[in-house]
């Protein structure tokens, strides 16, 4: 997890990637390459498909489904 430090700009990306399938495959995809996996593949309390991959800087990218 990332430390609770004050920063500016956004908080993360979030792209939708189309179906489950595509979000799982994706995944896989970005952990085999040695992207972390911060969180998920999850269904989150609203019903949104979802999983958050930290990229090399540091950010957080949420890839969801439609």
């Given at each position: 997890?990332?430390?609770?430090v004050?920063s500016?700009?956004?908080?993360?990306?979030?792209?939708?990637?189309?179906?489950k399938?595509?979000?799982?495959n994706?995944?896989?995809?970005?952990?085999?390459?040695?992207?972390m996996?911060v969180?998920?593949?999850?269904?989150?309390?609203?019903g949104?498909?979802?999983?958050?991959?930290?990229d090399?800087?540091?950010?957080?990218?949420?890839l969801?489904?439609?």
């Amino acid at each position: 997890k990332r430390p609770n430090v004050e920063s500016y700009g956004y908080a993360h990306l979030a792209m939708s990637v189309g179906d489950k399938t595509a979000v799982d495959n994706l995944v896989d995809k970005l952990e085999s390459d040695g992207y972390m996996l911060v969180d998920g593949p999850r269904t989150t309390g609203d019903g949104y498909y979802e999983a958050v991959i930290e990229d090399p800087e540091g950010n957080l990218i949420e890839l969801t489904a439609e």
